[in-house]
Nanobody
Framework: QVQLVESGGGLVQPGGSLRLSCAAS????????MGWYRQAPGKERELVAT???????SYADSVKGRFTISRDDSKRSVYLETNSLKPEDTAVYYC??????????????WGQGTQVTVSS
């Protein structure tokens, strides 16, 4: 089994910053794409940012220029640096990873989510 555990969420004032972290553990042979998604109350889950194993990034238009995704494969981790936060960034943020396990089965995994609240 593979587990993803997020951390770093919290309450921040508009204009503030947070650094979200996600660490993968378990029977991991290789991690491919990693990313962050978010879900606000009453809305569908949406993509925030993704990062391929080769280093290609993709961002939602709403976060371009404010958020930065990065990864450290030696730590099996992905990060999301969030800056200039706005109230509309308030959501539960989920880590996602495409992982091949040691049994060579590839699956899409999700973390449990971390709450980000932007409010004065």
């Amino acid at each position: 089994q593979v587990q993803l555990v997020e951390s770093g969420g919290g309450l921040v004032q508009p204009g503030g910053s947070l650094r979200l972290s996600c660490a993968a553990s378990g029977s991991i042979f290789r991690i491919y794409d990693m990313g962050w998604y978010r879900q606000a109350p009453g809305k569908e889950r949406e993509l925030v940012a993704t990062l391929t194993r080769g280093g290609t990034t993709s961002y939602a238009d709403s976060v371009k220029g404010r958020f930065t995704i990065s990864r450290d494969d030696s730590k099996r981790s992905v990060y999301l640096e969030t800056n200039s936060l706005k109230p509309e960034d308030t959501a539960v943020y989920y880590c996602n990873a495409v992982v091949t396990a040691w049994n060579r089965q590839q699956d899409n995994y999700w973390g449990q989510g971390t709450q980000v609240t932007v409010s004065s």
